[in-house]
Antibody, heavy 121, light 110 residues
Framework: EVELVESGGGLVQPGRSLRLSCAAS????????MHWVRQAPGKGLEWVSG????????TYSDSVKGRFTISRDNAKNSLYLQLSSLRPEDTALYYC??????????????WGRGTLVTVSS | QSVLTQPVSASGTPGQRVRISCSGS????????LNWYQQLPGTAPKLLIY???QRPSGVPDRFSGSKSGTSGSLAISGLQSEDEADYYC???????????FGGGTKLTVL
């Protein structure tokens, strides 16, 4: 079955760090760019970061640049997002999404169910 | 404030046709294709329309998309109760070097 499964979310204090993971199955993971998209409670979708098929090209939204780090391990069919210097406004459901292309600027044809990150003291 | 502008809400009765607009700029919709995602209550988003007007396998032909210049729209004909959801437009932005979404439109079937 083709699917993405996120994990690693939880309750974390402001200023602390967290690492999210996304396990891919059912498709050739190394052939596609991947993304993280988040959704704050009751709000809309916000693209967070993207990484091309090889990991050589990475992009971030201005809201997380310098604080979040995206990476991938094609041997493990996994995508990661390291969240640092967390702020309350980072509280959201974080989705992993597969791009239909290698570079990351096509569209997202597969989404996971998300993992919830709550930043609060 | 989202980069792409959508109406906050839309509504229609069963069988009606509704249209949801999405407005952007030259660096996003004006230069790249427009995509639409449907998010049913309590679920993850799902690809609904890609490359302006293409439908993925399994999406009913009641859903159609179009784009002209820096704007686009999603049309739903023969509205059904199961179409009640949030709809988001999205495009790659060449200036921001990233993806931008609309704020989302909540569709209510009356």
């Amino acid at each position: 079955e083709v699917e993405l499964v996120e994990s690693g979310g939880g309750l974390v204090q402001p200023g602390r760090s967290l690492r999210l993971s996304c396990a891919a199955s059912g498709f050739t993971f190394r052939d596609y760019a991947m993304h993280w998209v988040r959704q704050a409670p009751g709000k809309g979708l916000e693209w967070v970061s993207g990484i091309n098929w090889s990991g050589a090209t990475i992009t971030y939204s201005d809201s997380v640049k310098g604080r979040f780090t995206i990476s991938r391990d094609n041997a493990k069919n996994s995508l990661y997002l390291q969240l640092s210097s967390l702020r309350p406004e980072d509280t959201a459901l974080y989705y992993c999404a597969k791009d239909v292309g290698q570079l990351g600027n096509w569209y997202f044809d597969l989404w996971g169910r998300g993992t919830l990150v709550t930043v609060s003291s | 404030q989202s980069v792409l502008t959508q109406p906050v809400s839309a509504s229609g009765t069963p069988g009606q046709r509704v249209r949801i607009s999405c407005s952007g700029s030259r660096s996003n919709i004006g230069s790249n294709t427009l995509n639409w995602y449907q998010q049913l209550p309590g679920t993850a988003p799902k690809l609904l329309i890609y490359s302006n007007h293409q439908r993925p396998s399994g999406v009913p032909d009641r859903f159609s998309g179009s784009k002209s210049g820096t704007s686009g729209s999603l049309a739903i004909s023969g509205l059904q109760s199961e179409d009640e959801a949030d709809y988001y437009c999205a495009a790659w932005d060449d200036s921001l070097n990233g993806w931008v979404f609309g704020g989302g439109t909540k569709l209510t079937v009356l």
